[in-house]
């Protein structure tokens, strides 16, 4: 473990997983993998963040992102503000970038960002003097979550290279499927994906992915099973016909799974769709699903990043007077 | 002063293929004598001289696509913002679009566009009428009425009319006038809520993206709606290979279609868009490398008739957005000549075939009497160094809007002097205002 207090992250910013390196990758997991066991242990509170504001700016509903954070935050010693779109003046007609300098007018030190527009993270990095997180932007990434997947897997399989991972579900509006086609690859990983036509994005494969419009091919020899949510204003004809036709050729099932290797992992980023993406006799599963663990793996990933970023915040103020 | 001799020029000409060092005299603000030979006998007594210092000065450039903010929008840009950057680019017509508020759709609102660019703008302005009323797609408005209150032609601008059956009668009424159509390519319902090019790029981005043939299934339509209507139709500005080559077929069958395409379309491809650069949001998207070398090439060939800069002014808190909120549009007037002359300075088409485009082409389709060095036509002339190179800077652009999407480029090609009617509209060596 290289980075035990020294520098993790070349950026002040982590917006996404297309700009890590390798070993940002790997320093990172083996920092988290220390906020694992401290977590288990008693004393769990820290103080590497103290005196540090950390502002959750969430433009879209989010249960376990967020509070994932807020915990990571609070565990650190942090001073932690929730901000969601409910409660801000977004919904009078602010921008994101009004929103933005006001935020930064209250000189936090990190600035976790959750918003439904593709790049939203990094126009905030541009105009902001803190550290920004993306916490999911549009379709584009959600770093922390594929860090959190790739920690979980890490934990069960000791090497990436040559492990199967098939990502199945809704491709096309998914942040999480392409934050970790690019991680789980830079890794080592075979990367498949799988989903109708209708939620493939175009040109994937130019990835260097696998494509897949059937689950069984998809799944066979399968080391890893990523299941995506289908969010629900997507199905009923608009691309997909029903929820029961999308749980006939893409729900994971027991017959389906018993295509992949034998004791293949199966993860959700959540929440599921009980019986539309995933059947709960899978998901409920403790032998198969990591679903559980990945939660507990969040947030020590996002304190090993909120470490990782501190070490390059200025130890003094960085705002002049 | 009534007479002017513009001497020591080199004379671009395109609807005559003259490009020869020679001389212009301008009489009453028209050409009365212009070619090589003029004046070796001496200059006519009581002439103002023009020493055009060896520059090139051909006919001013007319621009059939410029979206302004007048009326309703005044803030983005007015039609004497807009004439100042179009002087400055050596622009001395610009048709302006209806898509403003109101629409541009009964006859006294286009007399009220003709009377305030006659009161504020320094470069002449011909306006197009909306084709349905409030740009809405679904009724027409009235062609014949709006044609003699001096509409050119009859667009819905960057709107798409969706519904055939609309398209098929205004397109069936308007060949009763002989009116020129100007469509926009675009399926709206391929195209909805999306910000860009389908592709890996924007699936890398993340970004919603409507796929190219949006632009090719509306294009095949309006062909066939053509075929069986007989109308005068121009696609404003389309940005694919699947276009041009069902425009280049439907050409070869007689059809009396023309084209038209954005210099930001020449110059820029999707890859531009970069790290969410809004700037490079436009309609339609920029497009694959393909689709761009493919326009290069339908320019080069002719098959794309004209180039038009797009001119469509924002303001920058509708840019610093993010990308899928932002809105549309790039400011052009002034970086049209330039950006249209890479293709001259890349080799891949003739200086005079790039003035075509952006003189005589446009002046033919629209039947004006300018784009042109002739003996009665409008002195419309700009003087400009086509290889002297410059950086774009948002900063000293005319309009009042600033999102330009060449910030920091380079490109070759300055104009130095406009003159509209004669009169100088713009010399970059005074900077003053004229008084128009």
């Known amino acids: ?321 | 002063m009534t007479r002017t001799a513009f001497v020591n020029a080199r004379l671009l000409d395109p609807a005559s293929g003259l490009d020869a060092p020679g001389a212009v005299l301008v009489e009453k603000g028209r050409i009365s004598d212009f070619g090589p030979r003029l004046f070796h006998d001496g200059i006519p007594a009581g002439a103002a001289v023009v020493d055009c210092n060896g520059r090139a000065l051909a006919p001013g450039l007319i621009d059939m696509r410029v979206f302004t903010g007048e009326p309703g929008s005044e803030h983005r840009e007015t039609l004497e913002s807009a004439s100042r950057a179009a002087a400055a680019g050596g622009v001395t017509t610009m048709v302006v679009m209806p898509n403003t508020d109101p629409v541009i759709d009964e006859p006294s609102l286009v007399d009220f566009i003709h009377r305030r660019a006659a009161a504020t703008a320094r470069v002449r302005v011909v306006p197009m009428a909306a084709l349905t009323h409030r740009l809405a797609g679904e009724t027409m408005t009235e062609i014949g009425l709006l044609m003699e209150a001096g509409a050119v032609a009859f667009t819905d601008g960057d709107r798409t009319i969706m519904n055939a059956r609309v398209m098929r009668r205004a397109l069936a009424y308007a060949s009763n006038f002989g009116a020129l159509i100007v469509g926009h390519a675009e399926d709206s319902e391929l195209s909805r809520d999306t910000a860009m090019n389908e592709g890996e790029f924007a699936t890398r981005l993340g970004i919603p993206a409507a796929p190219a043939i949006a632009e090719t299934l509306i294009v095949e339509r309006d062909i066939r709606l053509v075929e069986l209507t007989g109308a005068r139709y121009h696609f404003g500005q389309i940005s694919t290979r699947g276009a041009l080559d069902a425009i280049t077929a439907a050409k070869s069958r007689g059809l009396p279609i023309s084209c038209g395409v954005a210099a930001h379309h020449l110059a820029l491809n999707e890859l531009d868009v970069g790290a969410y650069l809004t700037f490079r949001k436009v309609k339609p998207p920029l497009r694959a490398e393909a689709d761009r070398m493919a326009m290069v090439e339908g320019v080069a060939s002719g098959e794309i008739d004209v180039i038009v800069s797009s001119h469509d002014p924002q303001a920058a808190d509708t840019k610093r957005q993010t990308f899928a909120q932002a809105a549309f549009g790039a400011v052009g007037l002034e970086t049209l000549l330039p950006a249209a002359l890479q293709l001259y300075h890349n080799g891949q088409a003739g200086l005079l075939d790039v003035f075509e485009r952006l003189t005589i082409a446009p002046a033919r389709i629209l039947g004006l009497e300018s784009g042109r060095l002739a003996c009665g036509a409008p002195a419309d002339l700009v003087l400009l160094d086509p290889d002297e190179p410059f950086r774009v800077s948002a900063e000293q652009l005319h309009s009042r809007a600033r999102n330009t999407p060449f910030e920091g480029r380079t490109f070759e090609g300055r104009v130095h002097r406009t003159y509209v009617n004669g009169r100088c509209v713009f010399d970059r060596a005074s900077p003053r205002p004229f008084d128009v």
């Open chain 1, 1 to 321: 473990m290289r980075g035990i207090d020294g520098p993790i992250l070349k950026s002040s910013h982590l917006l996404g997983t297309d700009s890590l390196s390798v070993s940002e990758i790997t320093d990172l997991l083996d920092l988290a993998d220390g906020y694992v066991a401290l977590n288990c242990a008693g004393e769990r509170k820290r103080s590497l963040l103290t005196g540090r504001t950390l502002i959750n700016l969430f433009f879209e509903p989010s249960t376990r992102t967020q509070s994932s954070f807020e915990l990571a935050g609070k565990r650190l010693g942090a001073d932690v503000l929730n901000m969601s779109v409910r409660t801000s003046s977004i919904s009078k007609g602010e921008t994101l970038l009004d929103t933005a300098a006001t935020l930064n007018a209250m000189r936090p030190d990190i600035l976790v960002l959750r918003h439904q527009d593709a790049g939203a993270a990094a126009l905030l990095s541009q105009k902001v003097d803190c550290s920004v997180v993306n916490a999911g932007d549009g379709a584009h990434e959600h770093p922390t979550q594929a860090l959190l997947d790739a920690l979980t897997i890490r934990r069960r399989r000791t090497n990436f290279e040559g492990l199967i991972v098939t990502i199945c579900g809704d491709i096309l509006h998914s942040r999480v499927a392409r934050s970790n086609i690019i991680l789980l690859s830079k890794l080592g990983a075979r990367v498949r994906l799988c989903a109708p036509r209708t939620l493939l994005p175009a040109e994937a494969e130019r990835f260097g992915v696998e494509i897949y419009t059937d689950m069984v091919e998809a799944l066979a020899d399968a080391d890893i099973v990523m299941m995506l949510r289908l969010q629900l204003e997507r199905m009923a004809g608009a691309f997909v016909p029903s929820t029961r036709e999308y749980f006939r050729f893409y729900g994971l099932d027991r017959d389906k799974l018993a295509y992949a290797k034998p004791g293949a992992l199966v993860m959700h980023p959540g929440p599921m769709n009980r019986g539309i993406e995933i059947d709960s006799a899978v998901a409920d599963d403790i032998e198969v699903s990591v679903i559980q663990e990945q939660v507990e793996m969040g947030v020590a990933t996002r304190m090993a990043v909120l470490d990782a970023l501190a070490r390059s915040l200025p130890r003094e103020g960085r705002y002049r007077p």
